[in-house]
């Protein structure tokens, strides 16, 4: 994922990041979901680290990138390596290790910490793999959703970030 000069100008110019970042660090806690083309993943991450807070981020997407995350603190005003340093990131490359880092590590992570903020990045993309069978997947999104929801109501505010497809497997 690259953050050049044009994605500063975009997120400066952007009238709903201000409001995006105040939904987000709300209370009570929100499940929330951002769409659209990639540049949602560089959004989600910039909403995210302007908590200032602990930040968890789940990447099914393959998309974080700790260069990114350094050019984000710069234009939040942020010292790069303590953003670096509050953000904790899992990455998964199957569904079964999306639904397990989400629904298994996710809750233990924040039962021992005081992150109250969590990004997950391109969460479908795991499930778009012709192998696994889609009443399975059914399955697996709705106890990743029962989980989400079982967070959001212990007041920890998740964001999920993910592009539009054209052309999703049946």
Do not use: W
């Amino acid at each position: 994922m690259s953050f050049g000069q044009s994605e500063i100008v975009e997120l400066q110019s952007c009238a709903g990041l201000d409001g995006a970042i105040r939904r987000f660090h709300e209370r009570p806690a929100s499940l929330h979901l951002m769409h659209g083309h990639s540049s949602v993943y560089t959004f989600g991450l910039a909403i995210g680290s302007a908590t200032r807070q602990p930040l968890a981020v789940i990447d099914g997407a393959m998309k974080f990138n700790s260069y990114t995350l350094s050019r984000i603190a710069r234009f939040l005003a942020l010292p790069p390596k303590a953003l670096l340093a509050r953000t904790h990131v899992t990455r998964s490359f199957t569904a079964f290790q999306t639904e397990a880092a989400i629904t298994i590590k996710l809750p233990r992570f924040i039962a021992n910490t005081s992150c109250r903020s969590v990004i997950i990045l391109g969460m479908l993309d795991t499930y778009y793999d012709e192998q696994v069978k889609p009443l399975e997947c059914q399955r697996s999104l709705h106890r990743i959703i029962q989980m989400l929801r079982a967070l959001v109501d212990k007041n920890i505010n998740v964001l999920v970030a993910d592009i539009e497809v054209a052309r999703t497997p049946p």
